[in-house]
């Protein structure tokens, strides 16, 4: 049995103390001991880019972190994302406008990705969204709609649209 | 059908975005349920090896390890050893089934050797490792045609060779038409595909509950019914005593289709331990133990006279079958099948050879052959342009089905026995559509103007169809009940192609209109008593039409008990949403009315009451429309590409498709699909390799070893869509997950070659990647 640490992290707003055993992902622990299954494991080894979330508002892959390092840390998953439970996000509109989703199992870590880059670049062209989610692997659907969905939650966000 | 439709045709948001945008879908790991176990496999590292003996003390004396399980252990619960899944055929010289767990051989990398189930994931890891397996190494088959070779090493041990299956597929007078040829070009590919690599792994939880006797199997497969019978037969349990339900499945390209021996494993796991048992593939595995499809050699020669019109074709595949037999010999009999594709080609002979060799079997994944064909037929078109002197297109305008000769009988048969009919098409105008949409005949200005700048561009064109909606049936019940909401059920799984809002817009064409008021479940067996699965492009056609004539009868019958009900003939209702209302804006009829949940409750029996109008008890129908012949679709892809002969690097500058898959149900939907399809085929061509060493180690098991096309490699897919309605169901419906796959390989071959016309390169395999290229141009 492996050693175990007491960590405090804030998830989508929310606090949660927890013993957890140091060797325990961040990916686990949210998924596992805080049931939010949102977040997805697509390789485990940092290149799929499906359990990206946010720490302290940037993003990181949760199969490569451990639970205690994000001790004290903020973290937004997917289900942070929609404003509330009858309202989403203007890129989670997007997404489905777009068919920037197939079968969805890429979309959380697209999702948590792309947040952050248009945070950062609020105008951007397709090839910087290209490259923005070239770290996210998608099976499904050619990239084109996610591109195209994030080209329009862009201007829709730059409109003053609710974030 | 009517031309009034309403719902049908419009490019609707789906019904599955919502719950996987805010990360409240259900996939097979976010289940967890009371009690439940985690299951890690002891796998073979060896291609090929003897197992002499399992020392599993160390691993069981591990705190939260509860057991681990050989395949003597799995024994007392097994009617049978060997999962019997293959497809039927004549061809097969041996058989080669596998066995739920290896007995006292292991014959790839990968393969199941023991189970370990644990309180979790972390301690079942921890005691594989402290499994001890005494392995005898044997020497492995890796390469297909060196196993196929005299004196080469068995893939199993008590083989005589390693030769599967063979098989010759032949029409016309081959020999006399390359008698009298003008000209014969031969030409030897290799081509390659790789894996499925969905990107949700397989998975499953098994849930045996001790009191019921009931087992059920949640399976991210694309095959419910499948599964379930595989688990009645090898487990020897009723029916009525095994449940395989799919949650929603996170991709599946083909290698879901198959049956695992995890499915059995786990499943006699949480028998034995009375509670659940849960097992999620890493990606590792997914590498080492999912179905692949890898690689086949093709020699072929083409006869054609001095215009170019094709006389025969005839030539051999050795296909990579790997060691054992998870589906059939269907994938190289597509390849064989599919070869003269669009095109008129009057005799036509392949012999095909299926060779064992020491790695995962190979299965279909997404294309399913056909990307093979499509690129030996058009690869030896653009050689006979060459050496004709003519342009790649008119060669093939030349060569393609003209629309006037539809539906067009190919002589060669289809594994169902039936013959092969292109159904409909026009595909001429296809080709030609993509040659303009492409400025096809402007390219030689802008070559000759990029040669000039020292840039190296070229242009490439194919043409391929591909047979969908493979029969015979997929079962749909389509019901109302008291909620007054239209319940829909199909056998065959939702992977991700937007299956529940596909269905929902047929059934709502029919029944009041509203998606909104339809729910789709898949892939249940506990819903539907048969079923097939989801594979083939098949689910739109087989699924779609048994929906639409369920829906149908539903609709018929709704308005005959509402017509009792409200004392109005049929012809003066119609369905609204969730009401049966009297036609016409008359004041006095508005408020004639009634709720679907009331007509449902009428008809669902009250004691003691006879039913209105005697009619038979329940608004609901269940359809199975047998579908034999298949309806084909058909496309074109024109390519432009930069190659950069210094690093052999390939940029696509554009890439544009025609495709014509009939009447589209929601032209979203389909619309991804293909630009889905071709950035699969994309990255086929240029990236995916699975790779072994000559002890048929895989090389490439990760994903910054094996390439899957990103975001920046591909450019902005076009694509035109035609829709010529397939006469083969009433919906005018053809399949489409496949296809956008098939032509990429053979239209950037044929680009990249052209961009590099100067160098004199020939390009006769895929991927074409740029250390290839680079080798090719040095070559040359
Ligand atoms: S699961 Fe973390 S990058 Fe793939
Ligand atoms: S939608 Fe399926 S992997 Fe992206």
Not at chain 2, 8 to 31: H, N, Q, S, T, V
Not at chain 2, 247 to 258: E, H, N, Q, S, T
Not at chain 2, 310 to 337: C, F, K, M, W
Not at chain 2, 696 to 708: C, E, I, K
Request: hydrophobic content about 40%.
């Amino acid at each position: 049995m492996s050693a175990t640490r007491t960590i405090s992290v804030t998830v989508n707003g929310k606090a949660y103390e927890r013993e957890v055993e140091v060797r325990v992902t961040l990916a686990d622990f949210l998924r596992q001991e805080l049931g939010l299954t949102g977040t997805h494991l697509g390789c485990e080894h940092g290149v799929c880019g499906a359990c990206t979330i946010q720490l302290n508002g940037r993003s990181a892959r949760s199969c490569l972190t451990l639970a205690v390092q994000a001790d004290g840390q903020e973290i937004k998953t997917v289900e942070g994302v929609a404003p509330s439970a009858d309202e989403l996000h203007p890129l989670q509109e997007a997404l489905s406008e777009h068919h920037g989703l197939q079968c969805g199992f890429c979309t959380p870590g697209i999702l948590l990705t792309l947040l952050e880059f248009l945070d950062d670049n609020p105008d951007p062209s397709e090839a910087d969204i290209r490259l923005a989610i070239s770290g996210n692997l998608c099976r499904c659907t050619g990239y084109q709609g996610i591109v195209d969905a994030a080209l329009a939650a862009a201007e829709r966000l730059r409109g003053g649209a609710a974030k | 059908m009517n031309m009034t439709m309403t719902v049908i045709g419009k490019p609707m948001l789906r019904l599955e975005d919502p719950r996987l945008l805010r990360g409240e879908a259900r996939f097979i790991d976010d289940i967890k349920l009371a009690n439940m176990a985690e299951a890690a496999f002891v796998r073979s590292p060896n291609g090929h090896a003897l197992i002499k003996g399992i020392d599993a003390s160390a691993a069981l004396a591990l705190p939260g390890v509860m057991a681990v399980l050989t395949l003597d252990d799995l024994r007392p619960h097994l009617s049978g050893e060997h999962l019997v899944v293959g497809l039927p055929s004549e061809a097969y010289k041996q058989d080669r089934n596998r066995p739920a767990l290896c007995r006292d051989e292991a014959v790839y990398v990968g393969e199941p050797v023991a189970v370990v189930v644990a309180e979790n994931r972390y301690i079942a890891e921890d005691a594989v490792d402290l499994v001890a397996v005494d392995y005898d190494i044997l020497p492995a088959a890796s390469d297909c045609r060196a196993a196929l070779a005299e004196g080469a090493p068995p893939v199993h041990r008590d083989g005589a060779d390693n030769l599967l299956a063979e098989f010759d597929m032949e029409y016309g007078d081959v020999d006399a038409a390359f008698a009298g040829a003008a000209h014969v070009f031969g030409e030897s590919f290799w081509q390659h595909r790789g894996g499925g690599h969905s990107i949700e792994c397989r998975g499953m939880v098994a849930d045996y509950d001790k009191p019921t006797d009931k087992l059920v199997l949640w399976n991210s497969t694309q095959m419910a019914h499948s599964s379930l019978r595989v688990l009645v037969e090898m487990l020897g349990r009723d029916e009525n005593r095994v449940r395989v339900v799919t949650p929603d499945i996170g991709g599946g390209f083909g290698p879901k289709l198959v049956i695992y021996q995890e499915e059995v494993v786990v499943s006699i796991a949480s028998i034995v331990l009375g509670r659940p048992v849960k097992w999620i593939e890493d990606r590792r595995e997914h590498f080492m133990t999912s179905t692949q499809e890898r690689d086949q050699y093709w020699e072929v020669e083409i006869a054609v006279d001095d215009a170019g019109g094709i006389r025969g074709i005839r030539g051999s595949i050795v296909h990579d079958h790997g060691a054992y037999t998870a589906r059939g010999i269907n994938l190289p009999q597509n390849s064989g099948e599919t070869l003269p594709g669009p095109y008129v080609v009057p005799a036509y002979r392949m012999n095909v050879r299926l060779a064992l060799t020491n790695k995962v079997p190979v299965t279909p994944v997404r294309g399913a052959g056909h990307p093979q064909a499509c690129f030996a037929m058009e690869r030896m078109l653009d050689r006979v342009a060459r050496e004709l002197g003519l342009d790649r297109a008119e060669v093939r305008r030349r060569n393609l089905i003209p629309a006037e000769s539809m539906p067009y009988t190919k002589p060669l048969k289809s594994r169902s026995g039936a013959p092969i009919v292109l159904d409909s098409g026009d595909f001429p105008a296809s080709q030609q559509a993509a040659l303009d949409k492409a400025d096809w005949s402007g390219f030689g200005a802008r070559q000759q103007a990029a040669l000039e700048d020292g840039r190296y561009i070229g242009i490439g064109v194919a043409n391929f169809v591909k047979g969908t909606g493979r029969g015979p049936f997929e079962e749909v019940t389509v019901r109302i009940g008291a909620s007054g909401r239209v319940q829909v059920y199909t056998g065959a799984a939702a992977i991700g192609q937007g299956t529940e809002t596909m269905l929902a817009q047929i059934v709502a064409e029919e029944l009041g209109g509203e998606v909104a008021n339809i729910t789709v479940t898949t892939g249940d067996t506990a819903r539907n008593s048969l079923g097939i699965g989801t594979s083939n492009s098949r689910v739109t056609v087989v699924a779609g039409s048994s929906a639409h004539a369920a829906a149908r009868k539903v609709r018929d019958k709704a308005l005959l008990v509402a017509s009792h009900l409200l004392e109005l003939p049929v012809e003066e209702l119609e369905i609204v949403g969730a009401e049966i209302r009297a036609k016409g804006a008359d004041e006095r009829r508005k408020n004639v009315w009634i709720a679907l949940a009331d007509v449902a409750n009428a008809v669902a029996g009250t004691p003691g009451y006879a039913l209105p109008g005697g009619v038979e008890p329940g608004l609901e129908a269940t359809e199975r429309l047998l579908f034999d012949a298949m309806p084909y679709v058909n496309g074109t892809a024109v390519a432009e590409v930069e190659v950069d002969p210094h690093t052999g690097g390939v940029e696509i500058l554009s890439y544009k498709m025609t495709h014509d898959c009939g009447r589209m149900i929601n032209p979203m939907i389909v619309h991804g699909q293909v630009i889905g399809g071709a950035a699969h085929g994309i990255g086929n061509a240029l990236f995916e390799w699975m790779q072994y060493d000559a002890m048929a180690q895989p090389l490439t098991t990760n994903y910054a070893d094996y390439l899957l096309v990103t975001a920046t490699e591909l450019p902005r897919i076009e694509v035109v869509h035609t829709e010529t309605p397939s006469p083969l169901n009433d919906l005018g419906v053809k399949g489409v997950g496949e296809c956008g796959v098939i032509p990429a390989a053979a239209v950037l071959a044929s680009a990249i070659e052209d961009a590099l016309t100067p160098f004199g390169v020939r390009i006769a395999r895929a991927p074409i990647t740029p250390p290839d290229i680079l080798a090719l141009i040095r070559a040359a």
